[in-house]
């Protein structure tokens, strides 16, 4: 994630309208393999990555690696294969881009989305980036397997960004060239940096998109950590609001509405401390757990009303 360190926390008081949001009591808070997700963080984070700086000897393991986690889940390449590689002013990356069709004939699509590299090797030292962002990329694979088992009512594409260390790169690239026609893209949901929770895991977004508070206020009664909205307000203090700090941001300039889920920063951020073993299992489960109750939530909900669309 590309944050500035001098955010502050700030909670949010959660208010009002959970009335107006779609019931979550046939939805329990989905099982996950545990097991699988943490192996695919360790892997992600480990040394052998070197950081995954796009265009590295790393980055090109953390892809083979990608390639064959996606093939393992059972999701289908969202067009010829999953790597699509693309080019900017400064250099080239690969994103995976995956798609599990929906249960509906709804054309509205749903975007999963989490960046796959960091900040690779500074002064011969490897910044691991377990929290930023393997954790996010582990998420999205486990979740990937679990809407497979039980799809969605609306299709869901799945993109693995590179270069949002670079300014969100692969996702202006991604909304260039979108697999579907992009006014068929209702709400991109990004995953950056979700393991470090301290039980705490933050929704951004619904500033933006007021439509969208009632449906996350319902996905917080019943999450497994505490999930505060919030960090989304323009106009706030420097570093507070995470509008621009992450590929959701790509989305957000084509007015397309986004939730953002992700932890404060921690003393671990963009440091080669940033490692396998101080993430907490059961705080990083309970968060993956989370995402997924509210991305099943979001799909329910769809469409937002008209005043939350471009």
Known sequence: MSRSLSRAARALALAGLVACAPSLAAQPVPALDSTRLLAHLSVLAHDSMQGRAPGTPGSLRARAFLERALAETGVRPAGDEYAQPFEWAGGSGVNFVALVPGRGTDSDVIVLSAHYDHVGVREGVIYNGTDDNASGTAALLEIARRVVAAPLEHTLVLALFDAEELGSQGAHAFVLTPPVAI????????????????GLLWAGGASHTPALRPILEAVADEAPLTLRLGHDRPGAPEGDDWTSQS???????????????????????????????????????????????GLRALDAALPLPDSAAR
């Open 247 to 293: 590929d959701h941001i790509a989305f957000h300039e084509k007015g397309i509405p986004f939730v953002y889920f992700g932890v404060e920063d921690h003393p671990d951020y963009h440091r080669p401390t940033d490692d396998f073993e101080r993430v907490d299992p059961g705080e990083y489960v309970a968060s993956v757990r989370t995402i997924l109750l």
């Open 183 to 198: 006014e068929r893209i209702a709400l991109d949901v990004n995953l950056d940096m979700v393991s470090r929770t301290g």
